[in-house]
């Protein structure tokens, strides 16, 4: 197995590991506060800071598969030329908003580094760090597809990516079957 392949499946079991740690702790604490008049004190705060982290990996993994909404009914009706330009200009605008993320999770971190969560006492720049590896992660796939489109090593069949929404499938499935009938 790669390191690529290996920091992936890291990524992953870390994200399932985050998640199940959440649903148990606010699983558990509706438990205790309806079951028992207690709870865990820690518990509503440390699942923000989970379900951020989530977020943000989440985002990198549906970026990585390129898995986001994506326009491709419109795309897919361009010639090869637009769909060219349509991924350059996806790819440019996605990496400049990964660099004002970056830029913006850095700033917050560095004011927040001193500022401790009230129960934990966990530094609230744990959770702009989210933001952080989020944006370089996707802003890392941004950069490898601009240096495979502009080299000319992108195929044809990879200018257009992203999944349609599953309302548009399911339409696109109903003019399919009234076609038939």
């Known amino acids: 197995m790669n390191l690529r392949a290996a920091l992936l499946r890291l990524t992953e079991n870390l994200l399932i590991a985050g998640f199940v740690v959440m649903i148990a702790m606010v699983f558990g604490n509706v438990v205790l506060r309806y079951g028992f008049n207690s709870g865990i004190i820690v518990s509503e705060e440390l699942s923000r800071m989970i379900f951020v982290w989530l977020t943000f990996g989440g985002a990198f993994l549906v970026a990585k598969d390129g898995q986001h909404l994506g326009m491709t009914t419109v795309v897919t009706m361009l010639g090869r030329n637009g769909r060219w330009w349509c991924r350059l200009i ?56 601009l240096a495979r489109l502009l080299s000319g090593r992108m195929a044809d069949s990879e200018l257009v990516f992203g999944a349609e929404s599953e309302e548009l499938t399911a339409f696109e499935a109903s003019q399919a079957k009234e076609k038939r009938q």
Do not use: K, R
């Open 90 to 145: 996806v790819e440019a605008l996605s990496l400049l908003c990964m660099a004002l993320l970056v830029i913006g999770c850095w700033q917050q971190a560095v004011i927040n580094i001193d500022n401790h969560a009230p129960i934990t006492g966990v530094p609230l720049a744990a959770v702009y760090f989210a933001g952080l590896a989020g944006g370089l992660g996707i802003g890392a796939l941004n950069l490898i597809a």
